[in-house]
Every structure is written in C-alpha cells, then in structure tokens.
C-alpha cells in the first residue's frame, strides 16, 4: 500500500516544479538514474512510446515518484517517533 501524500508535501512539490519546469525535470532524470535506474528506464519507455507529449509524461512520472518518495519519509519518521 502506497503512503498518504499530505497537501503541504503536494504544495511544496507544485511550488518547486512549478518555478522552472524545464530544469526540475532535467534534475530528476539525474536524480532518478541514480536512486532507480529501472524506474528511470521505463518512465523513458511509456514517455517514448505514447501518443501524448513526452516531456508532459515523464513529468508527470517524476511528480509522482517525488511525491511518494516525500510521502514514505514522512511515514518513516510517523514510526521511527519516539517520545522522550
């Protein structure tokens, strides 16, 4: 089961994106070939084999793994809380 994306993880991911496209893309192809190649790969596979916009696809896949990725940090640290 995927972990809950908060609204503030969504805004803050929305406001990064958001201020340049282009380049924040860039850096997550860097990004993600380094943490998950395989994942990388195949979000290169649907954006080259699809009718839509291959930009538009492989930002949308990296909006997405940024997301979870924030969002099972925040679940991580939920369960690693301990109370001293």
Do not use: C
Not at 36 to 49: M, S
């Amino acid at each position: 089961m995927l972990p809950i994306v908060s609204e503030e993880n969504a805004a803050a991911v929305f406001s990064e994106i958001f201020k340049d496209m282009p380049t924040w893309r860039k850096n997550m192809i860097h990004y993600i070939k380094d943490e998950n190649p395989e994942i990388n790969t195949a979000i290169i596979e649907a954006a080259n084999n699809t009718d839509l916009d291959p930009k538009a696809v492989a930002l949308g896949a990296y909006m997405t793994y940024t997301l979870i990725e924030l969002a099972m940090k925040d679940n991580d640290a939920l369960m690693n809380f301990q109370e001293g």
